[in-house]
């Protein structure tokens, strides 16, 4: 089942596909459907048997005449991997042998077709194409073998980033430290650190969905191709199977330091691989270029975005 969230008459509702182009609405169908992804995630295989078993013969909408919001609207928390894509270890100069993690703000997602809105002082902005995982069950200190019982289904993020406010807010300065041999004494280390709350998380930097595709969708989710488009032209096509760190690890991991909760989002890093080694997705200036900027993972469907200066 791929199922995600519309607002129709200014309230939210919750849409089931039947194909890329056609899809269902539960309200229409049920009357005592779900009011929102977190019902469905807490009914578990049951609700989606129910759901599943409402389709047929249903009255049908066409995916671009609704207006898409993000499938789970407030997340309690979207953690994302950074720097996890093993075809780029090259890159990497100096780093830690886990994942690294940042939170981006609920505030920051917007639905498919919602415009990307940007002010001339952002400067450089580039898309980060990316699948990430809906946790169904929640937990505390998650094993790696029982990683994927907790997981409901995965969706499609566009992990928006600016390079001008990240150098921005980049601090070259001198960290306290206790000295190594008098620890009520402090020596100072010379460091460098960036926080990635403007140059990740300004708002409408997330665009994601429309699909929730469920587990049962996706028996692998290592196998899927992943591209990203930039006014109908292939500017990525890499694989999930080059993320360094896989969904198992990844629960048992962040699971170690923050309790997850049934809804929480867990973005699994960008997919960087050019197509055809043609240009970078960090040329992709959309600040300058405009859109459309369009993702699509196979199993899941495409996530499509304008453009729009402030």
């Not at 790696?144 to 921005?168: C, K, Q, W």
């Not at 009520?184 to 990635?196: F, G, L």
Request: net charge negative; glycine share 10%.
């Amino acid at each position: 089942m791929k199922i995600g969230t519309v607002q129709i008459a200014g309230a939210p509702q919750l849409a089931v596909a039947l194909n890329d182009q056609q899809v269902v609405l539960l309200g229409e169908v049920w009357a005592e459907a779900p009011r929102d992804m977190l019902q469905v995630i807490s009914g578990g295989p049951a609700m989606a048997a129910s759901i599943e078993g409402l389709l047929k013969g249903a009255p049908t909408h066409a995916v671009d005449a609704l207006h898409w919001l993000p499938p789970i609207p407030r997340p309690g928390k979207l953690t994302c991997l950074a720097l996890n894509n093993s075809a780029n270890k090259d890159r990497i100069l100096k780093g830690p042998a886990h994942p690294a993690l940042f939170n981006k703000p609920a505030s920051s997602l917007i639905g498919h077709g919602q415009p990307i809105r940007l002010r001339p002082d952002y400067g450089r902005v580039h898309p980060e194409p990316e699948l990430a995982l809906i946790i169904g069950r929640g937990g505390a200190d998650i094993s790696a073998a029982a990683a994927y019982e907790h997981v409901f289904g995965y969706t499609i993020i566009n992990d928006l980033t600016s390079p001008t406010m990240r150098t921005d807010d980049t601090f070259h300065y001198r960290a306290i430290h206790p000295k190594q041999d008098e620890p009520q004494a402090i020596e100072y280390i010379d460091t460098w650190v960036s926080y990635p709350g403007r140059y990740k998380g300004a708002d409408t930097f997330g665009p994601i969905g429309p699909w929730i595709a469920t587990r049962a969708e996706i028996p692998d989710p290592h196998v899927l191709t992943v591209r990203c488009l930039h006014q109908g032209r292939v500017i990525t096509e890499d694989s999930t199977q080059n993320l360094f760190y896989k969904v198992p690890e990844v629960i048992e991991f962040v699971s170690y330091y923050m309790t997850l909760e049934p809804g929480d989002i867990i973005s699994l890093g960008t997919a960087l691989k050019s197509a055809g080694g043609g240009q970078a997705i960090q040329t992709v200036d959309l600040n300058a270029l405009g859109g459309p900027i369009a993702v699509s993972i196979s199993g899941i469907g495409t996530l499509s975005n304008p453009v729009a200066k402030r």
